[in-house]
């Protein structure tokens, strides 16, 4: 045991994924902000909206899907409409909630943006595992997130749909 109460593994374990998390990220977000100006939680909101197809969502459904605030998620929303990547309406049935849609040119943007990602997750993350090595933490993610990928767009185009292959296929990866 450590002096936080874990054997050698366990803190391995925790402080490996902690690390490994933030490095993916912290690079997966630089190229997205590269190469599309997006950021993971902008990516996150747009392709939410793409999955969304005609359906307007809520504002407060994006913040609740994504753990974003509802401010922050309004301030993605002033940043994306601006460049004209979505709009916003007042919900008809709630005056008090908003909806958002993408237009045509945000459609464009998250399709290549998405594209940029599954490649970059491949190469900064799943390149480095096994393929039994990947399936051992989605077994794992699984338990701790059990329909996560199944949310995945990337998960649910790669797989024709079929949730049941979506566990090994490319997750968000923005928090």
Do not use: Y
């Not at 902000?33 to 996150?44: F, M, R, V, Y």
């Not at 024709?160 to 090994?168: E, V, Y």
């Amino acid at each position: 045991m450590t002096d936080r109460g874990w054997t050698p593994a366990e803190a391995d374990a925790w402080i490996g994924l902690l690390e490994t998390h933030k490095r993916i990220t912290r690079a997966l977000d630089a190229e997205l902000d590269a190469a599309h100006g997006l950021g993971l939680s902008t990516l996150e909101l747009l392709s939410r909206l793409a999955a969304a197809g005609e359906a307007w969502p809520r504002l407060s459904a994006l913040a609740a899907e994504t753990g974003l605030s509802l401010s922050r998620v309004s301030r993605h929303m002033d940043a994306l409409e601006r460049r004209g990547l979505v709009v916003r309406r007042r919900c008809e049935t709630d005056s008090r909630a908003v909806e958002a849609h993408l237009t045509d040119d945000g459609a464009r943007v998250v399709a290549a943006a998405e594209a940029a990602h599954a490649e970059a997750v491949r190469e900064q993350f799943l390149s480095r595992l096994s393929a039994e090595e990947a399936a051992t933490l989605a077994r794992v993610f699984a338990r701790f997130a059990p329909r996560a990928a199944q949310a995945c767009a990337v998960a649910q185009a790669e797989s024709g749909g079929n949730s049941d292959s979506a566990h090994s296929a490319v997750s968000s990866s923005r928090r």
